[in-house]
């Protein structure tokens, strides 16, 4: 869409909104937008390098999940439970073994797991010992035949003399529970590749306990120390649960283009942020106090300290950027931060997924997530996409009724006067009129924020 803006103040009124069904600073397209997660790894490998060897009489606690995809069959094979017991028992005797609990209920990882089926075509199978199939990541991509296959590797593992357990929902914090409790009395080693799992070890552990990241063919182990971890950050493992949170974990977004290094560095150098992040340690902290320190984060994320609030900032990045550009430069709109309404939403989400890991039961609905077909999704926004000016020249060739489907519904936008045979008002996707519309309140609040905006003079010039 083109757009032509008459002032300074206009354009700043349109970039206060995301323009977007989407925030593209945090989605893509639909699903959370990805980053590198592991990339903290790195920046811990700078403090505490990996180590060269386990204690040797060490206890296994091993991550179900990595579990599933370490064995690796030829392909076509037949799938056997009895692989993945050998396996187990070859590398880590009589072990704890954690499952992630696949139909427990909805879950702040259903988001997850969409992403990593959203390209995988799987078909839901009576899942018994010894059937044959193309790959095991064809089995196992279903949630259905996972938790079916764990049922069955369940009872054979204890058979085997394994201790086996499944968790009611994200396995991770059961893992480490249980690896850090053994290390109290055993030397206690926990197996995984997540690196959720290595930031709730630096947390969590109070005993040294041992944390193994299976190679590959080009890469060998990774081994470390909570104890040497824990040292090595000093001040900074207070806040590593709220920094890899924010800059994206299983459950949460990654800012575009803000890596985890950035945040570090922030965090690391900067006392007054970084005690201003503590509202996300408290369990007592209200939405508002929670919103109000993610804006200052991303404010910061995103090197505009000097601005109020992020839709003003947003305007300020907008105008710095297209000036250096030429005019036939096109404009990523990812590369802005979020708006304030996004990313209070961001910050919620961080926040419960903060004290999710330290034990802590919030309900998800009361921070940014929604109930939608049984799982649990994020709120991607609360504003519309765009002013009400520029979302009645948004058109699509709809059908008459929109029922079923309809690309304005699937963009999560309400049809327009523009759109094609439904014209906005002779569906079921057009927008509700309301004299007391609560978008027109909205509007007046963003229109106080830009007047603390400091206007070019004269644009055209």
Not at 407 to 419: H, T
């Amino acid at each position: 869409m083109l757009c032509l803006v008459r002032s300074d103040a206009e354009l700043a009124s349109y970039l206060a909104y995301e323009l977007t069904a989407h925030s593209p600073s945090l989605f893509d397209n639909v699903s959370i937008h990805k980053g590198t997660k592991s990339s903290l790894i790195h920046i811990l490998d700078e403090f505490s390098p990996s180590q060269k060897s386990l204690p040797v009489t060490a206890v296994y606690t091993i991550d179900g999940g990595h579990l599933l995809h370490k064995v690796v069959l030829l392909r076509p094979a037949t799938f056997s439970c009895q692989q993945y017991v050998k396996y187990v028992k070859d590398h880590y005797g009589c072990c704890y073994i954690v499952f992630y609990g696949y139909q427990a209920g909805p879950s702040i990882k259903d988001v997850e797991h969409l992403h990593r089926g959203k390209n995988v075509i799987s078909v839901n199978v009576n899942v018994e010992d010894n059937i044959h199939v193309s790959t095991s990541q064809d089995l196992l991509t279903d949630k259905n035949n996972k938790a079916g296959f764990i049922k069955l590797l369940k009872d054979l593992l204890q058979k085997a003399g394994c201790h086996v357990y499944q968790a009611a929902g994200d396995a991770d914090t059961l893992i480490v529970s249980k690896a850090t409790k053994l290390s109290l009395s055993n030397p206690s080693v926990f197996v995984g590749e997540d690196t959720d799992l290595l930031v709730l070890l630096i947390t969590h552990a109070i005993a040294d306990t041992h944390m193994l990241l299976p190679g590959t063919k080009t890469r060998p182990d990774s081994i470390y120390s909570s104890q040497n971890m824990q040292d090595s950050l000093g001040e900074m493992k207070k806040y590593i649960l709220f920094l890899h949170a924010f800059t994206e974990c299983d459950s949460i977004s990654a800012p575009f283009n803000k890596g985890k290094k950035n945040a570090y560095k922030l965090l690391f150098t900067n006392d007054s942020l970084r005690s201003q992040m503590d509202v996300f340690k408290s369990s007592s902290s209200s939405s508002d106090s929670v919103a109000a320190a993610g804006e200052t984060f991303f404010l910061a994320l995103y090197g505009a300290k000097s601005q109020s609030n992020l839709d003003t900032a947003r305007h300020h990045l907008y105008i710095k950027t297209v000036a250096k550009q030429q005019v036939s430069g096109g404009f990523n709109l990812a590369t802005l931060p979020p708006t304030s309404s996004v990313a209070c939403q961001h910050s919620l989400r961080v926040y419960l997924q903060v004290h999710q890991w330290r034990h802590v039961n919030l309900p998800p609905t009361k921070w940014s997530w929604m109930l939608y077909n049984d799982m649990l999704l994020p709120v991607p926004r609360l504003l519309k996409a765009a002013l009400n000016n520029l979302m009645k020249l948004v058109m699509y060739n709809c059908k008459i009724s929109c029922d079923n489907y309809c690309e304005c519904k699937c963009s999560g936008l309400e049809c327009s006067s523009m759109c094609g045979q439904c014209y906005g008002y002779r569906c079921s996707n057009r927008p509700v009129m309301d004299n007391n519309c609560e978008f027109d309140s909205e509007e007046e609040d963003i229109d106080k924020k830009l007047n603390s905006i400091t206007h070019l003079d004269n644009v055209d010039n």
